[in-house]
């Protein structure tokens, strides 16, 4: 999987975000930290994983990406022009349930919060049938609002957006602006570092035969190959636990 996109800068501020059994896993590497397990995620249906350049005014669990709320994962990539302001704004509009739940101080962690309130309007934060489709029609909807606070507080070029969540069971993205996001449906191979794989195996053996049965999509801001299929601007995307892929404007 490494060789397919970009994890950022070695120095970088990395999160990893993970389901185990139902149960939420996060894990975060500082500036310089040794990433040795990095790719030895549990069995999972969803990893999702964010870099950021560090600072010294971000705490490394308060501000470090992907978010997490409940059942629920959360990265966003890109800049909001006004994002303090912007981020005011935001926190006027959430149930106080979300207000507590913000521990940073980043316009990010607020969007996450500003979609969340949208899924808990219509009663489907914690509903695990809720439709990936609607899902990421609803993550559009926030970016755009996004987008309508930075310019009622003085923002004069657009906001980059670049969002992705999950609840375990759906995945789903949404970009407005410059910010990319690519996806790409990876097959089945028989090559595996993990499992000590070579590529050489029969399809006899159980474990090389699973690996070859074996596909999953991934979505990236900085592929590093070709084959990906670009997001547009104004586009979200949809993934189920079935994996069928939709592409959808608002």
Known sequence: MREQFSLGAPGDVLGVGAYEDSVVLLKRYGSGVPRTDLWDAPETDVVLMHSQAPTSATPLDENTQPFR????????????????????????????????????????????????????????????????????????????????????????????????????????????GAEPIHYKLLEGDAVCERCELTGDGKDSEPLVRDHRRRRSVVIATRPKNSGWVEVEDGQALAIDRKLSIQVLRD
């Open 69 to 176: 709320l409940r059942q629920w994962l959360f990265a966003h990539a890109g800049e909001v022009e006004k994002a303090e302001r912007v981020r005011e704004r935001i926190l006027k509009l959430l149930p106080d349930f979300l207000l507590r739940a913000i521990r940073g101080t980043t316009v990010s962690e607020a969007i996450f919060a500003l979609y969340l309130a949208q899924l808990r309007d219509l009663g489907r934060m914690e509903d695990p049938q809720l439709p990936a489709p609607l899902a990421a029609q609803l993550m559009l909807k926030a970016a755009r609002t996004v987008e309508q606070l930075s310019a009622e507080v003085g923002g004069t070029s657009r906001s980059t957006l670049a969002l992705a969540a999950t609840n375990g069971r759906i995945l789903v993205a949404a970009r407005l």
